[in-house]
Each structure stands twice: as structure tokens, then as C-alpha cells.
């Protein structure tokens, strides 16, 4: 029997004992641009990307600028200043407090629904990309963890996807000991 649509790779031992062959899921790939919270897979949980959104690619701040409510030079200042910071950052030249501040400042800017300062700070601590052992993250480096265009997103989906791939040997693993 093959499942379609699994998401809780928690259940693998329950899987087994039902007789299921093999189940497969989009979710790994889905989460790393559709969640707000669970974009990036980690060892252990899960972190929210960090969202650099294009001055000329994102609707909304488009529609702000057009509007006369964000000027356009300062936006895309700030944006390629948040980049800049976290390269540096990721190379240990720029202090965490310092980029978690100019992310919240250019979350102002494109009229983010949501205040994602906590996590950023969270996920800049922990750093996960660093010890992920995956190709994504070895190449890529911080920029994993940054929700910005299609390619970056999906690249980070495929990293979910190896973690979640990672988690299940190490849960069946387990299980043959058991």
C-alpha cells in the first residue's frame, strides 16, 4: 500500500504496522514558501526564512511605492543594505542585533502583515544552515534561509526535502532497534 500526501514522518512506526509499503509528500517543498512559520527544516524543529521580498518583484510594496506611501531609492536602499548585512553576517562580520534591526526596518517598509523580528533573531542565533550537511546548504550558505525569489525558495525545499529524507532513516533506524 502507498500513501500520498504524508506529512507526519512521525508515524512511520503506526505506517509499518498498517502494511504500508512506501507514502510520499509535498509538504517539504510546499513549506519552504507557503508557511509563515516553517520554511526551513532543521535537526531538530523548524525555522521561519528570512524575508528580503525584491523592491520590482513584490505586488504589494509595488503597489506602496505607486501610491506615494514608500519612496522607492529608500527601499531599495534598505534592501540591498539587509542583503549586504546578512552576507556579512554569515561571514562574522555584523552583529546579529544590527541585521535582526535593519530587517525590522525594512519589514516596515514593505508593509509586512506580520513582525517576524523574533524569529530572525532566533534563527541568526542558531545559524542551522551551518551545520547542515545537505549540498543546498554547503553551497548556499545563509542564503537558504532567505524567502526572496522562486529559485531560493525552491533550493530551500529541496533542502527539506533531504532533511526530511535524513529523519526518516534516522526514525527507522531507531525502530529496528527497538
Same mark, same amino acid.
Given at each position: 500500500?502507498?500513501?500520498?500526501?504524508?506529512? +507526519?514522518?512521525?508515524?512511520?512506526?503506526?505506517?509499518?504496522? *498498517?502494511? $504500508?509499503?512506501?507514502?510520499?509528500?509535498?509538504?517539504?517543498?510546499?513549506?519552504?514558501?507557503?508557511?509563515?512559520?516553517?520554511?526551513?527544516?532543521?535537526?531538530?524543529?523548524?525555522?521561519?526564512? $528570512? +524575508?528580503?521580498?525584491?523592491?520590482?518583484?513584490?505586488?504589494?510594496?509595488?503597489?506602496?511605492?505607486?501610491?506615494?506611501?514608500?519612496?522607492?531609492?529608500?527601499? +531599495?536602499?534598505?534592501?540591498?543594505?539587509?542583503?549586504?548585512? *546578512?552576507?556579512?553576517?554569515?561571514?562574522? !562580520? #555584523?552583529?546579529? /542585533?544590527?541585521?535582526?534591526?535593519?530587517? #525590522?526596518?525594512?519589514?516596515?517598509?514593505?508593509?509586512? @502583515?506580520?513582525?517576524?523580528?523574533?524569529?530572525?533573531?532566533?534563527? %541568526?542565533?542558531?545559524?542551522?544552515?551551518?551545520?547542515?550537511?545537505?549540498?543546498?546548504?554547503?553551497? %548556499?550558505? $545563509?542564503?537558504?534561509? $532567505?524567502?526572496?525569489?522562486?529559485? @531560493?525558495?525552491? !533550493?530551500? #525545499?529541496?533542502?527539506?526535502?533531504?532533511?526530511?529524507?535524513?529523519?526518516?532513516? @534516522? +526514525?527507522?533506524?531507531? *525502530? @529496528? /532497534?527497538?
Amino acid at each position: 500500500l502507498h500513501l500520498l500526501g504524508v506529512s +507526519r514522518i512521525e508515524r512511520v512506526k503506526q505506517f509499518e504496522k *498498517l502494511g $504500508i509499503y512506501s507514502f510520499d509528500s509535498t509538504s517539504p517543498l510546499r513549506q519552504a514558501f507557503k508557511d509563515h512559520l516553517d520554511n526551513y527544516y532543521g535537526k531538530n524543529k523548524n525555522y521561519a526564512a $528570512i +524575508r528580503v521580498p525584491q523592491t520590482d518583484g513584490n505586488q504589494s510594496l509595488r503597489r506602496r511605492i505607486q501610491a506615494g506611501e514608500v519612496n522607492q531609492e529608500h527601499a +531599495r536602499r534598505l534592501e540591498e543594505e539587509c542583503m549586504n548585512a *546578512l552576507v556579512q553576517f554569515d561571514n562574522r !562580520r #555584523g552583529r546579529r /542585533k544590527d541585521v535582526v534591526s535593519l530587517l #525590522g526596518e525594512y519589514q516596515e517598509v514593505y508593509g509586512s @502583515r506580520r513582525d517576524y523580528t523574533e524569529e530572525y533573531d532566533e534563527v %541568526l542565533a542558531e545559524k542551522p544552515w551551518k551545520d547542515c550537511p545537505c549540498a543546498i546548504c554547503k553551497s %548556499l550558505g $545563509i542564503h537558504v534561509m $532567505i524567502f526572496r525569489g522562486a529559485e @531560493r525558495n525552491r !533550493r530551500r #525545499g529541496f533542502h527539506n526535502v533531504f532533511t526530511t529524507y535524513q529523519n526518516l532513516k @534516522r +526514525r527507522r533506524r531507531n *525502530l @529496528r /532497534k527497538a
